[in-house]
């Protein structure tokens, strides 16, 4: 779930589609133990980048925290 919220916060950071990043998520199976759920890691997931257009949009939500 977080390589998800991860690729929807990059592609309305970045307002682009997010369609391309989740087709080129490259998923890789969880070693599971006997009983348990299966799981999918996601191998290569976006990496969200910050610069000083952005910055003011973090401060901002960092005050409203307090």
């Known amino acids: 779930a977080g390589a998800v919220m991860m690729a ?10 997010i369609v391309p990043v989740i087709k080129g998520f490259e998923f890789v199976p969880a070693t599971d133990e006997e ?3 299966a799981q999918l890691f996601i191998k290569n ?15 901002e939500s960092e005050e409203d925290g307090e």
């Open 8 to 17: 929807l916060q990059k592609s309305l950071l970045e307002q682009s589609d």
């Open 45 to 59: 997931p976006p990496l969200v980048k910050f610069n000083e257009e952005t910055s003011p949009f973090m401060e």
């Open 35 to 37: 009983g348990e759920e």
